[in-house]
T-cell receptor, first 114, second 113 residues
Framework: AQTVTQSQPEMSVQEAETVTLSCTYD???????LFWYKQPPSRQMILVIR??????QNATENRFSVNFQKAAKSFSLKISDSQLGDTAMYFC???????????FGAGTTVTVRA | EAQVTQNPRYLITVTGKKLTVTCSQN?????MSWYRQDPGLGLRQIYY???????DKGDVPEGYKVSRKEKRNFPLILESPSPNQTSLYFC????????????FGPGTRLTVL
């Protein structure tokens, strides 16, 4: 079974600054995907960024970027130029390439302060 | 618009009163699943379905039932709800081809008194 660990239950960041969320995972498989989902107060699950394990290049989506360290099984999310709308819970998730079940971490609540 | 819908969005009920949460998708997806979200635990899979009439247990199936009689619908049934089933529930779907892109419903907040 795959496990995903997010060790930071809560984080706070000043508007326009940068915050980094950590995520580690455990798997013996080689082919998989990693995701960061955002859950704002509306509770909708919004895909922020996706990384394919076979790609060495770190994924980026505008102000969101990841640091994917496959050997260390680490997948951190960096939010640059934080905005008030970034306030949300963020979940790290894992998906095997030959499976459909997402395995989620416990989540990190991010609060952006004005 | 491609979407996954869930109903109801909010439900307060009492112990033992059977309820059904509906889930429907309009993308002709083969795969559908149910997750529950609890504080400190993230989302955990309850049941999933690979196609019509094909369902299987996820990680936390106790107390739940599902059915997949039509491709678009995947209802979650609580025959005798208990307070420990108070949670936020999500339905998700994906295509067999692009299974790494899962679409989530808006969530159903269930409270069992």
């Amino acid at each position: 079974a795959q496990t995903v660990t997010q060790s930071q239950p809560e984080m706070s960041v000043q508007e326009a600054e940068t915050v980094t969320l950590s995520c580690t995972y455990d798997t013996s498989e080689n082919n998989y995907y990693l995701f960061w989902y955002k859950q704002p107060p509306s509770r909708q699950m919004i895909l922020v960024i996706r990384q394919e394990a076979y790609k060495q290049q770190n994924a980026t989506e505008n102000r969101f970027s990841v640091n994917f360290q496959k050997a260390a099984k680490s997948f951190s999310l960096k939010i640059s130029d934080s905005q008030l709308g970034d306030t949300a819970m963020y979940f790290c998730a894992f998906l095997l390439s030959n499976d459909y079940k997402l395995s989620f971490g416990a989540g990190t609540t991010v609060t952006v302060r004005a | 618009e491609a979407q996954v819908t869930q109903n109801p969005r909010y439900l307060i009920t009492v112990t033992g009163k059977k309820l059904t949460v509906t889930c429907s998708q309009n993308m002709n997806h083969e795969y559908m699943s149910w997750y529950r979200q609890d504080p400190g635990l993230g989302l955990r899979q309850i049941y999933y379905s690979m196609n019509v009439e094909v369902t299987d247990k996820g990680d936390v199936p106790e107390g739940y039932k599902v059915s997949r009689k039509e491709k678009r619908n995947f209802p979650l049934i609580l025959e005798s709800p208990s307070p420990n089933q108070t949670s936020l529930y999500f339905c998700a779907s994906s295509s067999r081809v692009t299974h790494n892109e899962q679409f989530f419903g808006p969530g159903t907040r269930l409270t069992v008194l």
